[in-house]
């Protein structure tokens, strides 16, 4: 071994391996011999020839085989860039006959999994880029494809979920996603199953019918049912019905989050404010235009000046809308009831200033109240974080923006809990996402 190759052989890292050979090729594959006075093009390639210096091992098992079955073909890796310089490790691995297994597996590399063509260390790095930046810039930095960095992305990410240890589903949140005008399935919406505990997408299905929840129900078990304590989603009710309809789930308690009550009340007194200014002619129609979020907006969150204007407001349609916005906030402080006793006392009032049938758009609201009660209730029995399942959708939203769309959702479930649960936050799990893109140890195996 030279001083060079030496030195190669130390920075690879590959215990087991060193490096025989290495050389410059052109862009287009054809080797060549920098020559004293010029400078190495910025586009050429370094190509390092490995060379095995321990016994081959199963890539099965990871045995030690001391029998070759066949010679391979000559394969190369890409590897991490060099001072900008593209890498490539060349090898001709060999198909090991194992006695522990049977098998006639191809050995065992330090480098690479089975059927991969970017080393380990290389998939990681570019799943650690691809959390924040596009695929095609990605592809760019490193001079891949995209299909190659994608499929990087997605090996790197399975690596880190085997790393993880089981979780067990006890509050589950469920939510539809409209997939946009422009998509090409026949379905327009998704269901996104996911585990509220930890905010991360458990299931992706297309529909947001009661078939879709339980064609997910069918993928579990009778003991993953049994762990269930509670489902949360907003008022739609086929998920409701799928979950009742399961005698497996009778156990569970059914949950409407806050978010959408408090949607469903915005609802009506934004109906309200159209209903008295925008149907009562042009000149009130002028004094209501652009006062929708100051209508929706919490009476502590507003300033003097917008406080002044809503009261204005309130005179000008003799109190009318002044008490569907107090009958809203009395709502919204309802809904941090601590148990289920309270929140019940105090929803009365709410539902008897909303009864009066002369106000439509908030005898829709008692209605809807009256309808969903037990889902209301149930939510301040467990405290469930039902906030996490608009989170998912707003992450979602981040990901097919960054990403100018996607086709494949089973791919985009997996960055979106890989996103959700944020495992390079910090130094430390930078470092430790990286590090399994390292050279696995193999000492058991001996």
Known sequence: MSQRTKILTQITGFAGWKVAEARWESRDGRPFAPVGGYEVAADAVLVLVMERRWASRCSRCMAICGSRHERGKRRRWADLPWAGRRVVLEYTPDRVKCRRCGSRATELLAWADPKQRQTRRLQHHVAFDAFSMPLSHVATKYGLSWQTVRRAEHDAI???????PPQVLR???????????????????????SNLETGEPVWIGYGRDSDTVKAWLM??????????????????????KAVREDKALTHVAYAHDPFHIMKRAGEAITELRRELFFRAGPKMRGIGRGARWLVLRPWEKLGEEDRRRLRHLFALTNGKLGRAYQTIEQLREALKA??????????????????????????????????????????????????????LNNNWETLVRRGRGYRDHHYLRRKLRFLVAN????????????????????????
Request: charged share 30%; no cysteine.
């Open 158 to 164: 399975a690596r880190w979920e085997k790393t993880r």
């Open 171 to 193: 509050y589950v949140g469920l939510d539809e996603k409209w997939l946009g005008r422009r998509h090409k399935r026949p379905e327009k919406f998704v269901t996104i199953v």
């Open 219 to 240: 993928t579990l078990t009778a003991e993953q049912k049994a762990q269930i304590v509670l489902f949360a989603s907003d008022m739609h009710e086929p998920f409701k």
């Open 338 to 391: 601590p148990d289920e006793v309270a929140l019940a006392d105090a929803l009365l009032p709410v539902l008897r200033s909303t009864a009066r049938r002369s106000n439509v758009p908030m005898r829709k609201l008692h209605d809807s109240l009256v309808e969903h009660i037990d889902g209301i209730l149930a939510f301040a029995e467990h405290r469930a974080p039902t906030g996490r399942i608009e989170a």
């Open 423 to 446: 495992p390079v936050r910090t130094r430390d799990g930078i470092l430790r996402f990286l590090a399994l893109g390292l050279t696995p140890p193999t000492a058991e195996a001996a």
